[in-house]
């Protein structure tokens, strides 16, 4: 007997026949008696739904009352759920954020989980009932109703999974693993059977939508192993298998440890932004991203170009898009601080990583990544780079050629596929 975290993704829970598949799968682990909890998004549409509504309602919403709205739609499927998991027989209930209670910080629309209450739950799984948690939500100290930010369902999965001590933390989703790249782009891209902690976090940061990237940062941490899979197969004793995200100890000998690159990973929903004319002093660039961590808003790539003649430089960096109306109304009212002269904004610019342990023994990776570039006229409008990743910044109209241009380049396409 296993006991195990199943999470399901919005596309799994969109409408009522998803459901009673879900349902399924979630009766057969019950009846190969192991224990579960199961964990639910919203059904697939309805958190953008929820979030446009809050944006038409003003375009800089009270965060708490956003949380309040956006947290709404898990709990209708984990009490659809459990109606259902009633209907075949299986003992279910649904249990709120606030019933166990998840407690996390109060940094509203992208909390971070602090603790969970596992006894009551654990109660009820070792009595043989399953547990239906919503994901993406939980609570302040003080009783507000937080939420993770998008994709937090997989990190509200895996922290139940540590919580309960659980033998892995399965992920349900519309895709049946980890692939070199996306298969809608590249045909040829393979499925990974294995991939490590450190290389599935550097894939979710840089795009890659399979797995949050604050899921994976969590995983590691807590060393939850867990394990990718299509939530559209039916269940059997012998199910397809997936891909385990998991340590290198459990890699170590096989040909994904040797492998240079293990994928391509590519992010349209990055906006540039561009301060022209920042004083070149001590404390310029902090004056910029400091206001911008208070706001909770994270920056990815940053290029300080060079000096003016006349004591000042440009300062570039990349936002979530999703992010850009409150990064704008921040850096405007910082101006007088600042001290900029004009912000400029693109959107039209997406990065494309490549990712892999190899890297660290490996030299010449960044080098060839920008040949192949090049040889399609594709230009790079900035660079970040890791231990085991190199970024780039591209026009967005050159995402689809870049990423097959590199998954062809460092050697990644099936030799079987079509």
Known sequence: MARIVMKFGGTSMAGIERIRNVANRVKHEVDLGNEVAVVVSAMSGETDRLVNFCREASPLYDPREYDVVVASGEQVTSGLLAIVLQSLGVKAR????????????DAHASARIETINS?????????????????????????????????????SAVAVAAAMKADRCDIYTDVDGVYTTDPRIVPKARKLAKVTYEEMLELASVGAKVLQTRSVGLAMKERVRVQV???????????????????????EGTTMERQLITGIAYDKNETKVTLTAVPDRPGAVASIFAPLADANINVDMIVQNVAHDTGSTDVTFTVPTAELARSLDVLERERGTI???????????AKISVVGVGMRSHAGVASKMFDALAARGINVLAITTSEIKVSVLINEDYTELAVRVLHTAYGLDAEDAA
């Open 119 to 155: 006894e009551a739950i654990g109660k009820a799984m070792a009595a043989g009932e399953v547990a239906v948690i919503p994901g993406f939500q939980g609570m302040t100290v003080d009783d507000r109703v937080t939420t993770l930010g998008r994709g937090g369902s997989d990190t």
């Open 94 to 105: 649904s249990w709120l954020g606030w019933q166990l209670p998840i407690r996390t910080s």
């Open 229 to 251: 899979l299509s939530s559209f197969d039916q269940p059997t004793d012998n199910p397809t298998p997936g891909t385990m995200i998991v340590g290198e100890d459990e890699i």
């Open 339 to 349: 001290g900029y002269e004009r912000l400029i904004h693109d959107t039209n610019v």
